[in-house]
């Protein structure tokens, strides 16, 4: 399995991140039916303790492939695209929760999935 487990907690906050930062932005993205979407996490160099110490905060890689069908909220196809691109993604624990606090995309958006193939060891 993965080296980092998220908890259903976490994922679940890494969801709802990015459909508010969607609905800022005027979209919506459903996932295809038979949805290749993931994202590929590469824990943090030395991450043994991951406790929920307030302000505790950790950086982990990830490579994300992104199918889903985004669409403006009247209906409309903006891209049915599979792309896939590495996401530095900060957590930071606020209130006794992880939460994320940050994220900053590292390179180019490749079409298809092909970069996360190998992204893990």
Same mark, same amino acid.
Do not use: H, Y
């Given at each position: 399995?993965?080296?980092?487990?998220?908890?259903?907690? /976490?994922?679940?906050?890494?969801?709802? @991140?990015?459909?508010?930062?969607?609905? @800022?932005?005027?979209?919506?993205?459903? *996932?295809p039916?038979?949805?290749? =979407?993931?994202? #590929?996490?590469? !824990? !943090? *160099?030395?991450?043994?303790?991951?406790?929920?110490?307030? =302000?505790? @905060?950790? #950086?982990?890689? %990830?490579?994300?492939?992104?199918?889903?069908?985004?669409?403006? #909220?009247?209906?409309?196809?903006?891209?049915?695209?599979? @792309?896939?691109?590495?996401?530095?993604?900060?957590? %930071?624990? #606020?209130d006794? /929760?992880?939460?994320?606090?940050?994220?900053?995309?590292?390179?180019?958006?490749?079409?298809?999935?092909?970069i996360?193939?190998?992204?893990?060891?």
């Amino acid at each position: 399995g993965p080296l980092l487990e998220l908890s259903a907690g /976490e994922q679940a906050e890494l969801d709802r @991140e990015l459909l508010e930062r969607r609905v @800022e932005e005027g979209v919506i993205g459903v *996932q295809p039916e038979n949805s290749i =979407g993931r994202a #590929v996490i590469r !824990p !943090p *160099q030395g991450a043994r303790n991951l406790s929920k110490t307030e =302000g505790n @905060e950790f #950086v982990f890689g %990830t490579c994300v492939v992104d199918d889903d069908i985004i669409q403006t #909220v009247d209906g409309e196809l903006i891209t049915d695209r599979v @792309e896939s691109f590495f996401q530095d993604v900060e957590m %930071t624990v #606020v209130d006794g /929760e992880w939460r994320v606090t940050g994220r900053a995309r590292r390179g180019e958006i490749r079409e298809g999935e092909e970069i996360c193939v190998n992204f893990l060891p």
